[in-house]
């Protein structure tokens, strides 16, 4: 398997952000192909030390590094990923992960 991590930091209107990941980019990252499991955090986020600066983290989950290229190359990939980029500011993290 391999995920790809979407962290936004905070918004500067929480309320549009919500309303824009929720009605826009949810149903365009979902029509992203070879996608297995999508997960978004529900909630404050915070570390061990205190409140953080991300307002939420999505987590996407695909077959393989591989997967994730031909997804993000694809239109439904180009779209999301652009949309994403107009909500807030956010870093993407993308890796092969194990059980263990």
Known sequence: ?????????????PATFASEYNTVHIP???KLPGLRKYEISQGPISTPSGPSAYHLIATL??????????????????????????????EFLIFEDRTV
């Open 61 to 90: 989950a695909f077959d393989n590094i591989a997967a994730i290229q031909a997804a993000f190359a694809s239109p439904e990939g180009q779209a999301a990923a652009a949309h994403a980029a107009t909500l807030a500011d956010l």
């Open 1 to 13: 398997m391999a995920t790809v991590i979407v962290l936004y930091k905070t918004p500067k209107s």
């Open 28 to 30: 365009l990252a979902k």
